[in-house]
């Protein structure tokens, strides 16, 4: 079976999100049988060439481009959940665990609030010691949301968040960016 060479798959990453009005980043945690996917749409335009009913393509359109990043994940509390049903509003909120801040609170289901915008990053640490980096200014949640419950196995549950272009703020690489780099991208004082 041939590889996507779009698709790099990255084996476990650690994701990060941060709203508007936060200061730090929240830890989603890690997400398994993670991807980065980076694709471009392109379609094809064609003529008639001179003295002939014979069309050639004369020019590739690109029609658009996409960047995701998928994976399922881990862990389970209140912001994670309010993530990937679209940013829902969370009521009472309370710390289920102090030392490995687990949150709970509830979560509506079907209320018709517009679809939240975060910030994302991704990292992952190679085994030599070096990081991807990966960074969506802007993305929301993708797709619909499942939550199975497993018998014999760790609970997870898909996720996928794609990024959207912000060609005023960030006109060179609008979707954000991926590195290699020596040093993970967040440090610890930048992490609820």
């Known amino acids: 079976m041939a590889r996507n ?10 994701l990060y999100f941060k709203r508007t009005a936060d200061t730090k980043y929240y830890d989603i945690g890690s997400i398994r049988d993670s991807a980065f996917v980076y694709g471009t749409e392109v379609r094809e335009h064609q003529s008639v060439l001179p003295n002939s009913t014979i069309m050639a393509r004369d020019k590739i359109v690109v029609i658009q481009k996409n960047a995701s990043v998928r994976g399922t994940c881990e862990q389970i509390n209140v912001q994670n959940l309010a993530l990937v049903m679209g940013g829902a509003t969370v009521t009472g909120t309370v710390a289920l665990s102090g030392g490995l801040s687990v949150t709970g609170g509830h979560i509506p289901l079907g209320e018709t609030t517009s679809v939240e915008e975060v910030e994302v990053i991704g ?30 196995d760790w609970v997870g549950y898909p996720i996928e968040l794609k990024a959207l ?14 590195e290699i780099a020596s040093m993970p991208y967040l440090t610890v004082d930048t992490i609820y």
């Open 165 to 178: 272009a912000d060609h005023t703020v960030h006109p060179t690489e609008p979707f954000g960016f991926l």
């Open 123 to 152: 990292i992952h640490r190679f085994p030599d010691g070096y990081y991807l980096n990966l960074r969506f200014w802007r993305a929301n949640a993708a797709g619909a949301f499942e939550l199975p419950f497993n018998q014999g």
């Open 5 to 14: 060479p779009n698709e790099l798959s990255i084996g476990i990453m650690n």
